[in-house]
């Protein structure tokens, strides 16, 4: 996996190279207030999902994503976003349904706190998660329930005011693994084994009981920004990553009857 940051570009028409992954961080908490204009892009369906929530905080972050997901999809697919539609598969998992030569992209969507990493590709399953590294959860115990035996020896060779940077490093990458594979929680935790070392680009250790799939994936650690930890796991080896980290471009929503 190797990694480039170009500079600032806008999200109008975007390419994607076929060996190519391009990962989008969006800073949601400066962005949620458009969201008037975010509503738009919208669905019938993501629109009334968003208004369900019942915190605003909640609903301008789950407007704000998903906004962006559209534009970003439509720059890629060369659509306009809002007539981009969504299927799901029986773990929640969402796919665009393209059209007749569109581009086969493929997408994956974390966001946590105050950032959203947003992945796509093509042709190439993958997943993506971000964790704020301020969460107030009780590692230790979350670690003996769902680490496996491995994971809990790395993490308790750590020294204490280590420990905590290294559990949200462990389960981003464990929460990318199952994204990208699609099997959600119904593949326990302790079946894979990850590395729990800071920028590791090559974290997959060991899965059970197939031990030949870890070689079929590539999993690592991903820019997230100051305060987040963030990882991304595609299926094969080779291709490369190319990360906007910095603050990204507000996406433009269309004026009624533009394509």
Request: charged share 25%; proline share 6%.
């Amino acid at each position: 996996m190797h990694i480039t940051s170009p500079a600032y570009e806008c999200a109008a028409s975007l390419t994607l190279p076929a060996n190519e992954i391009q990962l989008w961080r969006v800073d949601v908490e400066a962005a949620a207030s458009g969201e008037a204009r975010w509503r738009q892009l919208l669905s019938g369906d993501e629109q009334a999902r968003a208004q369900a929530y019942r915190f605003s905080a909640d609903r301008q972050r789950y407007t704000t994503v998903r906004a962006w997901l559209r534009t970003l999809l439509g720059a890629y697919a060369g659509r306009d976003p809002r007539e981009l539609v969504f299927s799901y598969s029986d773990k929640g998992k969402p796919a665009l349904i393209p059209r007749g030569g569109d581009p086969e992209i493929q997408f994956n969507v974390s966001h946590s706190g105050g950032a959203s990493l947003l992945a796509f590709t093509q042709g190439r399953d993958l997943g993506v998660d971000v964790e704020s590294l301020h969460r107030n959860i009780e590692h230790d115990a979350i670690a003996r329930r769902f680490f496996s035996t491995r994971e809990q020896e790395q993490l308790s060779e750590l020294r204490p005011q280590d420990r905590s940077a290294a559990f949200f490093r462990c389960w981003t990458r464990k929460e990318a693994y199952l994204k990208a594979t699609g099997a959600g929680l119904s593949l326990p935790l302790e079946q894979f084994d990850v590395s729990l070392v800071g920028g590791d680009t090559d974290s997959l250790l060991e899965t059970r009981p197939d031990p030949v799939e870890a070689s079929l994936w590539t999993l690592g650690e991903v820019p997230a920004g100051a305060g987040y930890v963030g990882a991304l796991c595609a299926r094969g080896k080779g291709w490369r990553l190319k990360s906007w980290s910095d603050q990204a471009p507000e996406p433009s929503t269309p004026k009624p009857g533009s394509k």
